[in-house]
């Protein structure tokens, strides 16, 4: 039996390309030779992953197998590494080490830093491990490296360039204002009244508004103008943060434009006061154009008399408007065209690498000699930009050339200048304009470099996108493209040079986390035309991504393509749910034959996709759904033999998953939101971290939560957020910073998340404490959300349980987290204090919220939950708590009430008393609430609300990962899968055998390897597991206390605790079941 020494990784990524960690993380995993063995589909990234990758539906075994097929050698155990490092691979072997480790006495080989000297900007490292065994056997690795990035500012040699065309960057120059009263909260409605004198030669006007809050009526020259219907606002108004296009007859001479503004006095946000902004361009008939924007030619009046909208009112003694007082930051102008930029270059001799860095406050699609330099989707991805702007780096070696080559980009809106947000606000995140800024290093034989960066040699150009827009979706022309602009030989004489861009006040920090990229394809499974010229294709699934269509028609032929989750009656594609979302794509076609048409800087969330204007009939090949995501491996697959729901709902919270961890972890891929709403993910990860390897995307999710915490320590509810959102607190959100970092300790042995966000979380500790001196949370609980989408809550945020009992308890629990994180770093004196802190909310929270008869706050299902699962309840009282749980559940119809921050833990809460009835009840329960209930309705992805296909529109969505956290039980609970120690160096194998649900296997990648657990029973308890450890870890194995065989031979248990034996089992493959 041979070992191999495999999956060198650092900072938890294999082939780290430019970090900026100067002393980063080292791990590698041992496996050895197996005689045979049952592998997961595509060797780790799970059956679905695997499937869509070659087209087709979701496959998933059914069938119930072992664990393990084969033998495994036992026990092995590492007991001593050496790592070297070098420049070069060669190096390794040689005299010229930068860093060699020696000989290290310890089983250790997660979370090792690397000991050589600090890294320089675009430095690679090589290194290997040598791991010696308790045999005395020594194995080698391959080499494997890491390279640094740009370290310092100066490491930059790109400018930043504009990338906006003449039409918007006039608009820009115009100096549009968010203009109001003195008073920014005067509830009065608020009359704006422009007078002006249209040219000579008036061709046309367009008229674009926006008022915040509410924009309740606009006329020009006495007459109502109509919202522009052109874009398909039928149900909602736009928010204010876009302007909106208003019809109106404007002719040359005397005009007048009115409009009423009303300003929120509550809301479910703090409100901040009223905003008006306006852009009228005046086009003459010579292609000239006049702008007028919102400023001192505007006049206005509070509670405005009776006429004022009449063309011959006189408002020159109204009010002249001053600057909004607001917390209005965007830029409202409408969306832009994408514009292509350009540079040729010729190597100087041959190149042996080379590599781009790039960026933009937009979004970009970087391309050589025709190609695109990597898989990346929306780069740079949406992140807190006012602290700093994520930067990529590719290796395009491959893409370089002898003789002319072309660096090209494409710059459209997207996170940055895009509508964003609840609001919809264009440049939420910082000012306009569009800027791109790259640089690409080209190292030659002969040891020198040369750099190819953005100045004034670039040259820019409009292209076919004429809009994109992250929810509205892209408009495209075809016939505007501009073919072979991206590659040598292209004549770009006619095209203009760039002007050079303002730096940004923020920093450059390269992406190391997963991009997001198209990660599979899927075909629809039918077509229908529900009402004449409108084809409805149904793919089956929920997902994220888009479609790519085929067709061939006129030049000229206009394709409109809708995406929805849901149908109306009549058959047609339903967006209602979707609020201001069009979630429309539009495509003109160039009239060349068969075109192959796609979005390029939009994503939507769907699983029907209606075209309409298609000529002729397009047939189920016409139209393929391409998946996208951030694409982070797949490491966990289950198979519930005899339980097909819970099959469905293990599959419903993964594709969920997929959908949703698209840059950041969001809420949902389909409406104006798609933001990182920290509860979401805080509730989520147990499940997540299973299902997918998610280390790397997290940490980063971290640094913006980070980046958007406020300075007296509150944590965001949102990350990233618009600057113009509010900044506010939640208890059971703002807990994400701690929570997250707590989970990717536990899951990966990774402390350096611990040292990252060490400060952040002392900073929200202190932030709770400063205000509640009795160690009840009864002070500075911002929105207070609670137990948010509840059951019993007629509104969302309804309060069916206390919200100080839900804010005290995670309190506590954060208390708790800190204490452990704090040991296992060193930081004794805090560990100390924090154990105070625990323990003094605990003595207020049993004081304030305990009964003796085991009730909890106000007995509601999440009280007891909180309560029992964050260690709240004395031992003496927790059977009492945990029986009032299921008394209210039994009472209900074996069905739960909880919302998003009891559901999580319940089923936990359960187990841990014995309750199984209840938990079998709760798991198989198809009637409504339960997570039955969507599947037996059909959903093919989690709800956001239990009964998400009922009431509210506004807040049905389809696609909401928060309740499957239960897939996390799913792996713990059920398949006996967990880390017992940080790592799953030392793995928890506890299955719990429920007869109602029949056999479980699972099979999971972990940091020290794969892990894999299968469970037979019958009516009377467990009777088989099958189990396969990896290398260099221990599994306490704890059983129904039964007279147990091991491979056939009896096996005595190392510990007999109550109705329960415990085995401490080395790595191997093993196979228990009774003796009989």
């Not at 208003?246 to 809301?267: H, K, M, P, Q």
Request: hydrophobic share 40%.
């Amino acid at each position: 039996m041979t070992f191999r020494v495999l999956d060198l990784r650092t900072e938890n990524v294999v082939g780290l390309l430019g970090t900026e960690v100067l002393r980063p993380r080292l791990s590698w995993r041992i496996e050895g030779d197996l005689v045979s063995r049952n592998l997961l589909p595509g060797e780790g990234r799970g059956p679905a992953a695997s499937a869509i990758e070659d087209g087709a539906p979701s496959q998933v075994r059914r069938d119930w197998a072992p664990a393990f097929a084969g033998e495994q050698v036992r026990g092995y155990r590492q007991v001593a590494y050496r790592i070297r490092a070098a420049r070069s691979a060669l190096g390794l072997n040689g005299n010229q080490l930068l860093w060699d480790s020696n000989v290290v006495e310890s089983d250790a080989s997660l979370d090792i830093a690397y000991g050589g000297p600090p890294l320089a900007a675009m430095q690679r490292i090589w290194w290997a491990v040598e791991v010696r065994g308790a045999d005395g056997e020594t194995v080698q690795s391959e080499p494997a490296w890491f390279e640094a990035g740009l370290l310092a500012p100066a490491d930059w040699r790109g400018d930043w360039i504009e990338a906006e065309d003449e039409a918007a960057a006039a608009d820009r120059a115009a100096g549009l204002a968010w203009i109001w009263s003195e008073t920014a909260l005067d509830p009065r409605l608020h009359a704006f009244r422009l007078d002006f004198d249209a040219p000579e030669g008036l061709e046309r006007a367009e008229i674009l508004l926006a008022g915040k809050d509410h924009l309740r009526g606009v006329w020009v020259n006495g007459e109502a103008a109509p919202l522009d219907r052109h874009f398909d606002w039928d149900t909602y108004l736009p928010f204010w943060g876009t302007l909106a296009p208003y019809a109106g007859d404007v002719r040359s001479g005397r005009n007048s434009i009115c409009a009423l503004v009303e300003a929120d006095t509550n809301g479910f946000f703090p409100v901040d006061g009223g905003a008006f902004a306006a852009l009228v361009r005046l086009h003459r008939a010579d292609g000239s154009v006049e702008r007028i924007v919102s400023g001192p030619a505007w006049r206005l009046m509070p509670d405005p008399p009776q006429g004022w909208t009449d063309p011959g009112f006189d408002a020159s003694g109204w009010q002249m408007p001053v600057a909004s007082g607001a917390q209005v930051h965007n830029d409202p102008r409408p969306a832009e065209p994408a514009m292509l930029l350009r540079t040729s270059f010729t190597p100087r001799g041959e190149v042996t690498t080379a590599r781009l860095y790039a960026t933009a406050l937009g979004a970009y699609e970087a391309r050589i000699n025709g190609r695109p330099v990597s898989g990346a989707v929306l780069a740079p991805e949406v992140s807190v930009a006012h602290d700093h702007v994520l930067y990529q780096v590719y290796d395009v070696t491959a893409l370089v050339g002898a003789g002319e080559n072309v660096l090209g980009a494409i710059v459209a809106d997207g996170y940055y200048a895009g509508a964003f947000g609840w609001r919809v606000e264009r440049y939420g995140f910082g000012p306009a304009p569009r800027r791109f800024r790259a640089q690409l290093r080209l190292d030659y034989a002969d040891g020198s470099s040369e750099w190819i960066a953005t100045g004034p040699e670039w040259r820019i150009a409009t292209s076919e996108i004429l809009s994109s827009e992250i929810y509205d979706g892209e408009v495209v022309d075809a016939r505007l493209a501009r073919p072979g602009w991206d590659a040598p030989g292209f004549d770009a004489a006619g095209w203009s040079p760039v002007k050079q861009g303002e730096a940004p006040n923020t920093r450059l920090i390269a992406q190391t986390s997963p991009l997001i990229e198209r990660t599979g394809r899927r075909q629809p499974v039918s077509v229908r035309e529900p009402v004449p010229g409108r084809f409805v294709f149904d793919f089956g699934q929920n997902f994220s991504g888009w479609a790519r269509i085929r067709a061939s028609g006129p030049a000229g032929t206009t394709i409109t393509a809708r995406y929805a989750e849901l149908l109306n009656p009549d058959g047609t594609a339903d967006l209602a749910n979707l609020r201001l979302a069009r979630a429309t794509d539009r495509f003109t076609l160039a009239g060349t034959g068969d075109e192959r048409l796609k979005p390029r800087f939009t994503y939507h969330g769907f699983r029907y996709f209606e075209l309409e204007g298609y000529p002729g009939a397009p047939t189920l090949d016409d139209v393929e759904g391409v998946i996208v995501h951030s694409a982070c491996r797949e490491t966990g697959s289950m198979t519930f033999a005899d339980a097909p729901l819970l099959q469905r709902i293990w599959e419903n919270a993964l594709w969920s998953q997929r959908s949703n961890f698209f840059a950041v972890p969001t809420d949902c891929p389909q409406r104006d939101e798609r933001m990182g709403w920290t509860g979401d993910i805080q509730v989520f990860l147990d499940a997540a971290a299973f299902n997918m390897e998610v280390d790397p995307f997290i940490r980063r999710f971290l640094l913006e939560v980070r980046a958007a915490q406020r300075p007296d320590g509150g944590y965001p509810i949102v990350a990233p957020q618009p600057l113009s959102f509010p900044d506010v607190v939640t208890a059971g959100w703002s807990e994400a910073g701690i929570i997250l970092s707590w989970q990717l300790w536990q899951r990966y042995g990774d402390t350096a998340v611990i040292d990252e966000n060490w400060d952040a979380m002392q900073g929200w500790m202190a932030f709770v404490a400063r205000d509640n001196p009795d160690h009840v949370w009864r002070s500075g609980r911002g929105l207070d959300l609670g137990d948010w989408l509840s059951v019993d809550a007629v509104k969302p945020d309804d309060e069916t349980t206390p919200r100080v009992l839900c804010a005290t308890a995670y309190w506590a629990w954060c208390a708790e987290l800190m204490a452990q994180m704090a040991e296992t770093t060193g930081r004794d004196a805090e560990a100390v204090r924090y154990r105070g802190v625990r323990a003094a909310i605990g003595d207020a929270f049993a004081a304030e919220f305990l009964a003796a008869d085991g009730i909890c706050g106000n007995g509601s299902q999440t009280s007891q939950i909180l309560s029992l699962f964050m260690g709240l309840v004395p031992e003496d009282r927790r059977a009492a708590a945990a029986q009032v749980l299921a008394a209210e559940i039994r009472g209900r119809g074996m069905k739960l009430s909880t919302g998003f921050l009891g559901t999580p833990y319940l089923l936990d809460v359960l187990a841990d008393a014995g309750l199984w009835e209840e938990v079998s009840g709760l798991l198989l329960q198809t009637g409504y609430p339960s997570w039955g209930y969507m599947p037996a309705q059909g959903a093919t992805t989690m709800w956001e609300r239990w009964n998400g296909n009922t009431g509210d529109l506004s807040m049905n969505s389809y696609n909401h990962y928060a309740f499957g956290a239960v897939v996390g039980f799913f792996y713990r609970r059920l398949a006996g899968i967990a880390p017992a120690a940080p790592g799953f160096r030392r793995i928890a194998v506890r299955p719990i055998w429920l007869p109602a649900v029949g056999r479980v296997s699972a099979r999971f990648e972990s940091p020290m390897g794969r892990i894999a657990t299968a469970t037979e029973g019958d009516a009377a308890g467990l009777t088989r597991l099958t189990l396969s450890i990896p290398a260099n870890t221990v599994a306490d194995v704890e059983l129904p206390a039964r007279d147990w065989l091991e491979s056939g031979v009896p096996l005595q248990p190392d510990l007999r605790v109550g109705d329960c034996v415990r085995f401490e089992l080395g790595s191997g493959d093993y196979d228990f079941s009774i003796s009989t």
